[in-house]
């Protein structure tokens, strides 16, 4: 059978280096989006996210990598909030705009979702009497 197409991009496609490069981003607390633009693959100015997506699926060195890096930055990011909670040097901490950058990079919540589910047709577990005399 003949393949038809452009051949799949493999981490030997990337630039030498990928991965410390990956990890310098990451440890600084930078993004997916950083990296992407950091590693792209010439002319391109950045790595697609079908490509980002479909490396992490083929290769596992790059899953990996990229869970990894994902890790180093979440922990860069609370070493910052611990710092800036706990020290008085002049400098001026936002504890709700580093929370809003947790919960929209990290998956961070400031509640609970919580799904309950019963049947319909069964006694309730308590009731609740109220004595009005």
């Known amino acids: 059978m003949t393949t038809v197409g452009r051949p799949s991009i493999t981490l030997d496609d990337l630039p030498s280096g990928w991965r410390d490069l990956m990890h310098e981003i990451y440890s600084l607390g930078g993004s997916d989006a950083e990296v992407k633009v950091a590693i792209a693959i010439s002319p391109a100015r950045a790595l697609s996210n079908d490509l980002w997506d479909a490396l992490q699926e083929r290769e596992e060195e790059f899953s990996e990598a990229v869970k ?3 890790q180093v930055a979440e922990a860069w990011w609370q070493v910052q909030a611990r ?20 919960k929209n990079r990290f998956g961070w919540r400031d509640k609970q979702e919580v799904e309950h589910s019963a049947d319909k047709n069964a006694p309730p577990v308590f009731t609740l009497k109220i004595d009005n005399s």
């Open 68 to 70: 990894q890096g994902r």
């Open 83 to 102: 710092k800036g909670l706990f020290t008085h040097d002049g400098e001026k901490f936002s504890a709700s705009l580093w929370f809003i950058n947790m």
